[in-house]
């Protein structure tokens, strides 16, 4: 008896997906170990941990796949992309990747209403979610860096900035969150 739950489609979409979390995952390790390399151990410290977000993303997918009696098709994971030129440029990128990522995200959940799989849909909500989170964490990063001076931002800035990354919290609150009372 086939218990496959996934159309053919939703399957690959998700494991596209899936590699798409691992994928990002290697790049957030990769801009990790070039801010460790250049002396930034707190930008370090926040990209390793990003970079096992993006692990447990993936395998919530995976996870899920199995959970619907589909097959899992673990598939190779691209290099990562050169190193970044300077702080801005590294978050510049994560960000031009969470947007691409959000992009790919809400395919899948229009597909999943197209197909009317309601499962699908609700759990690729967490994931809507989450990838307003993750967008809105690097555009206050990019913020943070145009208040350091951006490009040209000095030592002492670059200095300030990475001590304040190791207590920098991995979620960004959400305007949905915000009330009269708790703005």
Known sequence: M???????????????????EAYASQIYLSYGSWAE???????????????????SHMMKILEYILE???????????????DP????????????HE???TTSIYKI??????EEDWATWNFMQWFVK?????ETMVMNMLDKIKIAGGESASGASLYSLDRDMKSTP??????????VENP
Do not use: W
Request: glycine share 4%; proline share 3%.
């Open 170 to 179: 991995d979620d960004a609150d959400l305007a949905e969150s915000k009330t």
């Open 85 to 96: 030129a300077n702080v801005q440029d590294c978050f510049n990128k994560a960000f031009s």
């Open 2 to 20: 086939d218990t496959n739950r996934l159309s053919k489609t939703l399957c690959a979409a998700l494991n596209n997906q899936m590699t798409k």
């Open 99 to 101: 947007v691409d990522n």
């Open 68 to 82: 619907r009696g589909a097959k899992v098709k673990v598939q190779a994971i691209a290099a990562p992309p050169p």
């Open 37 to 55: 390399a250049e002396g930034y151990d707190g930008i370090a410290n926040f990209l390793f941990r990003h970079a096992n977000e993006e692990r």
């Open 130 to 134: 989450e990838q307003t989170e993750e």
């Open 109 to 114: 959940v229009k597909m999943s209403l197209d």
